[in-house]
């Protein structure tokens, strides 16, 4: 017990007179970081709705799993990550209620209105009562604008039914859930183009379609949990996505280099084929995919990723 109060007592302490920022003044730059962190997440996720949008769109002819757009996104404070809430409530008027973020130029809809169904409470975009509503043929919904209900005409249109998130995080990533698709705001800050941004959503919407988390979680039991094979599954998302790119009108032409620029920063991935294939491979894939296209485009084919033959 003697020898824990002497080590407790023997604890070091700062040498220096530091100074105390006044309480004020910290609740305003506190505020001021809370404003700028917003700011930069609120123009990244449009960013990215702007260009999953049309991704989304381009492909749904051949997405299996569909859903009906309106052009609008709505959002509620549980649609940002907890410590920018209170910025969102601020700054976008976000609630606990479901309400219009962003509407397409081209419809009627306004920034705040709360969509309703037939019984008048404020419901999401994506909610499957919804859907069912919007599948049924509306050619109109009611929102409530303030304090009137006003009717507004719509027309949807089918994209892929697969969502896209932003995620804060330090890492360079995007992943797929097979449900919806996740971007990194590290990730959002490497793409340089909206054509590496729409390689990298291409890519996780060709995760999804393919079916690769359910075959690699079924691959993963098979094999009694003794391997996790991913690298071919990984090499089909660059191949399909990159068509899912291309229909959707971005410029292919040397997009593959966004896979030098993450082997530059990330050397390990170089050599390194662990869960992905290395960033060479990846990179001269995409280029042969490219031409590959190009080739489909000159000849005036369909442009949808060659399959294989499958055995009689």
Known sequence: MMMVGLWISACAHVETRLPVPDVDRLHR??????????????????????VSAIILAKNADICAKTRLDIGVRTHTLKSYPKHLREAAGRQLGATKTASILRANPQTAFLPADILLNEERPAISDGDKVFQKYLQDGASSVFVRRGDEIIEVPITPRAVCDYRVSLKFSGAVNAYAT?????????????????????????????HNTMGHVRKIIQNTILSGFATRTTRPFEAEADYVGLYYMARAGYEIEGVEMFWQRLGVVNPKSIFRAKTHPITPSRLLSIRLTAQEINHKREKGEDLVPNKLRQPK
């Open 29 to 50: 730059e506190a505020a001021t970081q809370e404003n700028l962190a917003f700011k930069r997440y609120t123009s990244m996720l449009t960013r990215l709705d702007r």
């Open 178 to 206: 097979g449900k919806s698709i996740i971007v990194t705001t590290s990730m959002m800050d490497f793409t340089d183009t909206d054509e590496e941004l729409a390689l990298v959503v291409g890519h996780e919407l060709a």
